[in-house]
C-alpha cells in the first residue's frame, strides 16, 4: 500500500477513521465507514478535512466583519469626549423646574397662559411664545467683544412679527428669558445649573443683567447678527465655499473636510449630502450670520446630535462639547467658525477630539 496516503501508525489510522465516522457523507453509515479500507477512509478524512476547512474560512470571514464593526464603532466612540448621560432628560435646564415645554411655548393665551397680563397684538402668535416681549420691542443693543458699534442689533418692533425663524425674532425670544434688565426675570434664577469646569462656580444667565458691573453689559456677549457672518477662504476662515448669501459646504475642503474628520461632533456636519449647502442665520439676504441659535440649541442641553450620531455635550451647545474632559473639544467647538485658531490650518492634520 502506498505510503504516502496511508500512514502506518495505528493512532494515526484511527484519528481519520473518527473523522470519516463523524461526518460521512450522505448516504454513508457509521458502520460501513469502519468496514473501509485504509486507503478509503483516509480520502474521505481528506475530503471532510477540505469540507472542515471551507468551513472555518466562512466563520472567519464572518468574525472579520464583526471585528471590523466592532472596531468603526469603537473609532468613533474614542473620538467622541465625554460620555452621554443616559439619566438625564436632555432638556436639562430648560424644563424650567417643571414648567417643561410650556415654560416658552404656552398652549394657549401665549404670555397669558403663563400667567403674564400684556398687550401685544401679536402675543403668543408665533411659536405660541409664552413670555412678555414688550419690554424689548424695537430695542437697538450692541453685542460687541472688539470695543466697537460694529455688532448692533435692532429688534423687532412691535406688531412686526413675520416669522418664529427669522433670526432677529429669534434674538427677541431669547433675551425674553435672557435679559434680566429691560425684560422681567422668570423662571430662571440668574446662574447656569451647570458648574462651570476647571474654575468652578456659575456663569450669569441674564445677559442684560450680568452683575459685572459693565455700562452696557452686551458689549460683553459674542457678536449676533446681521453683520457677524461666517465666511469662506482667506487667511482666518474654512478653505470652504459659499458664505453671506449662499449656504457654505465644507465636504471636498482639503483643512475644512480634516477638521470635520477631526472633530465628528461639528454642527457643519449636518445636511444632505453632508456638510454641504449649510445655512446659518437668515438676516436680509445674509444666510450664515450668526444668531443664538448658531452655537446654542435650545431644547437640548446635554446632547448635540448630527449625521454622525449622538455627542456629549454640555451648557445647550451645538456640538461635542464637554471642557470637563480637560480636552480639546471646547476648542474643537469654538474653531467651527474660528478657522485660523484649528490645528488644520497650522498644518497639524492628526488631532482627533478629546
Same mark, same amino acid.
Given at each position: 500500500?502506498?505510503?504516502?496516503i ?9 484519528? %481519520? ?21 485504509? &486507503? ?12 472542515? &476547512? ?19 464603532? !469603537?473609532?468613533?466612540?474614542? =473620538?467622541?469626549?465625554?460620555?452621554? #448621560?443616559?439619566? *438625564?432628560d ?38 405660541? %411664545? ?7 420691542y ?15 442689533? *435692532? ?6 412679527l413675520?416669522?418664529?425663524? #427669522? ?10 428669558c435672557?435679559d ?10 440668574? @446662574? ?12 450669569? @444667565? ?31 476662515? %474654512?478653505?470652504?465655499t ?16 480634516q ?8 454642527? %457643519? ?21 450668526? @444668531?443664538?441659535? !448658531? ?12 449625521? $454622525? ?14 471642557p470637563?474632559?480637560?480636552? $480639546?473639544?471646547a476648542a ?6 474660528? =478657522? =485660523?485658531? &484649528? ?9 482627533? *477630539?478629546?
Open positions: 500500500m502506498n505510503r504516502e496511508v500512514p502506518e501508525i495505528s493512532s494515526r489510522e484511527e484519528f %481519520w477513521r473518527t473523522m470519516a465516522a463523524e461526518k460521512p457523507g450522505p448516504g454513508v453509515s457509521s458502520a460501513l465507514v469502519s468496514a473501509l479500507p485504509r &486507503s478509503a477512509v483516509c480520502f474521505r478524512a481528506v475530503e471532510v478535512l477540505q469540507h472542515n &476547512s471551507m468551513e472555518v474560512m466562512e466563520v472567519m470571514k464572518k468574525t472579520i466583519l464583526v471585528l471590523f464593526a466592532v472596531v468603526a464603532a !469603537t473609532s468613533l466612540a474614542m =473620538a467622541q469626549a465625554g460620555t452621554i #448621560d443616559q439619566n *438625564t436632555v432638556l436639562g435646564a430648560h424644563l424650567g423646574y417643571g414648567r417643561g415645554c410650556i415654560m416658552c411655548h404656552a398652549p394657549h393665551s401665549g404670555p397669558g397662559g403663563n400667567g403674564k397680563s400684556v398687550n401685544d397684538s401679536q402675543a403668543g402668535e408665533f411659536a405660541l %411664545w409664552g413670555q412678555d416681549l414688550t419690554p424689548l424695537g430695542k437697538t443693543l450692541t453685542f460687541s467683544g472688539d470695543g466697537a458699534n460694529t455688532y448692533q442689533v *435692532t429688534l423687532p418692533a412691535q406688531g412686526t413675520t416669522s418664529a425663524h #427669522d433670526a432677529n425674532t429669534i434674538i427677541l425670544f431669547c433675551l425674553s435672557h434680566g434688565n429691560v425684560a422681567p426675570a422668570t423662571h430662571m434664577t440668574g @446662574t447656569t445649573v451647570e458648574t462651570l469646569p476647571v474654575v468652578g462656580g456659575n456663569a450669569p @444667565t441674564f445677559l442684560g443683567k450680568d452683575g459685572t458691573g459693565a455700562t452696557n453689559p452686551y458689549q460683553n456677549d459674542h457678536p449676533v447678527g446681521g453683520n457677524a457672518i461666517v465666511t469662506c477662504g482667506g487667511k482666518y476662515n %474654512w478653505d470652504c459659499g458664505g453671506n448669501t449662499t449656504g457654505i459646504t465644507m465636504a471636498g475642503a482639503t483643512h475644512g473636510g477638521f470635520l474628520t477631526n472633530y465628528p461632533g461639528s454642527f %457643519w456636519n449636518t445636511g444632505t449630502p453632508n456638510a454641504t449647502n449649510i445655512t446659518l442665520a437668515t438676516f436680509g439676504t445674509t444666510v450664515t450670520a450668526v @444668531t443664538c441659535t !448658531t452655537c446654542h440649541d435650545q431644547h437640548s442641553m446635554t446632547v448635540f446630535a448630527n449625521n $454622525n450620531g449622538s455627542f456629549a455635550t454640555s451648557f445647550f451647545i451645538r456640538g461635542n462639547y464637554v470637563q474632559t480637560g480636552g $480639546n473639544n474643537q467647538f469654538c474653531r467651527n467658525c474660528h =478657522a =485660523a485658531e &484649528s490645528n488644520e490650518l497650522h498644518g497639524v492634520n492628526g488631532v482627533p *477630539t478629546t
